[in-house]
């Protein structure tokens, strides 16, 4: 993805079947909805610039380790539904993003989601869905 893009596209990238491997721009802003839903990569750096994933945008995915920015304000329904091999989440900021429903719905069954410690009460509070796969880093 060239630099400059500082959006991704609702559907840019769903179900490519050719597409392992994404760099994402500094810069970018937004990953909008079902943009990579399907993507057969294991991994994908999003930059310290993302403030919005949206829904479905990494459904279905490969992804099997992933850190979400401090940058992160909002993760829409459904974001990373169904990653079944998505076994550790890291999450830098110290506020929780605003997550949607379901934001990680159907995932492995030991996945964890990494938080700052001082953040660790807040997240399980904001994100209850999930306050029992919360740790702390």
Avoid at 57 to 75: G, K
Avoid at 89 to 102: H, M, Q, R, S, V
Wanted: proline share 5%.
């Amino acid at each position: 993805i060239p630099a400059g893009i500082t959006e991704i596209a609702e559907g840019a990238c769903n179900y490519s079947a050719n597409i392992t491997e994404v760099h994402l721009p500094k810069g970018l802003k937004t990953i909008g909805d079902s943009a990579f839903q399907g993507f057969l990569g294991t991994s994908i750096e999003i930059p310290n610039t993302v403030t919005y994933i949206g829904w479905q945008a990494f459904a279905y995915s490969s992804l099997e380790s992933l850190t979400l920015p401090e940058s992160v304000e909002t993760i829409d329904g459904l974001a990373f539904e169904s990653n079944w091999v998505l076994k550790n989440i890291y999450c830098e900021g110290l506020i929780p993003a605003n997550i949607g429903e379901d934001s990680f719905r159907d995932g492995h069954k030991d996945r964890k989601i990494h938080v700052p410690a001082e953040a660790l009460e807040e997240y399980r509070t904001n994100w209850s869905p999930y306050a029992d796969e919360i740790v702390a880093m």
